[in-house]
């Protein structure tokens, strides 16, 4: 007797890099993370050289100063390409070694810690950076605005993400090393403790991206269409 599988299709959204986002309004779960820790987490798929200046990942920054950014600073200081980093109490936090390409066509994991006075970046879960200072220890980044995937309404124009975005979460804690690498957020089964949100895009069709956190920030998609999300195309 023959056994078969049917793998599920997954889903991501595909944004066209001019004015495609997405807008969680309900984001008073998010504000409660305050100056506390934290840890954001997404895997995209993308080209660098279609890319506006700082193409960004999360926002909910309602003017300069504010908020918190999480995404792709433009090159600096000779980098070879776009740098993953947050902007945090009004400071991208760039300046790092061997800064990693994550905008070349194949599919990674992006993923920034915050932990008392220190970020952690990993790409695909690898420690790629780490910042101490006192600049990070109080710093509240709640707003007002809503949290926009895909672009950063202060900066317009140069602010839009080109390419797909899936298995976005937002943790109020700092999660560890082993949690990290051990690949659990690229495909978050059950309630965590700590998962305040949860967009894993796995609607597939219409206008709404569900939070699987159980805290209801679901967001409404402006104009990024569905397409095959990370574990469709990396089994």
């Not at 934290?38 to 908020?67: C, D, M």
């Not at 805290?215 to 990024?224: D, L, R, S, V």
Request: glycine share 8%.
């Amino acid at each position: 007797m023959s056994i078969f599988f049917i793998r599920k299709k997954s889903f991501a959204l595909l944004f066209d890099g001019v004015d495609d986002y997405v807008e969680i309004k309900n984001n008073r779960i998010i504000n409660q993370i305050g100056s506390g820790d934290f840890t954001l987490s997404a895997i995209v798929y993308a080209l660098e050289s279609e890319q506006k200046l700082h193409p960004q990942i999360l926002s909910n920054r309602q003017r300069e100063g504010t908020g918190f950014l999480f995404g792709f600073h433009g090159r600096w200081r000779g980098s070879q390409n776009k740098i993953p980093f947050v902007q945090y109490n009004n400071t991208n936090w760039i300046d790092y070694q061997n800064q990693p390409n994550l905008l070349n066509n194949q599919w990674h994991h992006f993923v920034a810690r915050k932990y008392q006075n220190n970020i952690t970046y990993f790409a695909d879960g690898k420690k790629i950076a780490s910042f101490t200072s006192s600049r990070i220890v109080n710093y509240n980044i709640s707003s007002r605005h809503p949290l926009l995937i895909g672009w950063d309404s202060v900066n317009p124009s140069a602010t839009h993400f080109k390419g797909k975005i899936d298995e976005v979460s937002i943790w109020n804690r700092a999660l560890s090393n082993a949690e990290i690498q051990s690949g659990m957020l690229k495909s978050i089964r059950g309630r965590k403790p700590g998962l305040i949100s949860y967009w894993s895009f796995e609607e597939g069709s219409g206008n709404i991206v569900r939070d699987y956190s159980g805290n209801g920030n679901h967001g409404m998609i402006f104009g990024a269409v569905w397409t095959t999300g990370w574990l469709s195309e990396c089994r």
